[in-house]
């Protein structure tokens, strides 16, 4: 238990095993509902779709003549810092 003000107490916040069972399970039934609704070209936080794969397929359909608009969100990682210009 963590000590709180006033006294009181509360438990800590560790997953426990069972708490992970029932994600493992979640994740299992409602991936694949979710993952019907997405299109093939859709990559982001999907399993086995990563950046890379994403920046391959722009790379392929624009070297085979293809012209597209291209939206993206491009962000440092959170644990880098940025160093000002």
Known sequence: MIPKAGGKQRRLGITTVTDRVVQASLKLVL????????????????????AHDAVADVRHFTSHSYEWIVEGD???APTRSRTPP
Do not use: M, T
């Open 31 to 50: 991936e694949p509902v979710f993952e019907a609704d997405f299109l093939p070209c859709s990559y982001g936080f999907r399993p086995n779709h990563r």
């Open 74 to 76: 491009i962000k440092p």
